[in-house]
């Protein structure tokens, strides 16, 4: 292994799924300017929109995840190009 090239800064770090609020730890280097007390101990906090808890490959279940209204904007974009 090549001495040098590897984060410094590796740690804990909690990342929270908006969808379904699962919050699971894991080791990163993503810096966060929030944190989240987890079994009282503090963790910087990392939100996702989606995990393996949420996404339909995992769970089976087709779900619409919109978020800051993506497909509202998809359908006016392209509504002009529709012919109804």
Sequence with gaps: MQKGIHPKEYRLVAFKDMSNDHTFITKTTARSKETIEIEGTEYPL??????????P?????MKLVDTAGRVDKFKKRYAKFVKN
Excluded: M
């Excluded at 996702?48 to 949420?54: D, P, Q, Y």
């Excluded at 490959?57 to 279940?61: A, E």
């Design 46 to 55: 990392i939100k996702i929109e989606i995990s393996n808890t949420s996404h």
């Design 57 to 61: 490959y995992f769970t089976g279940k």
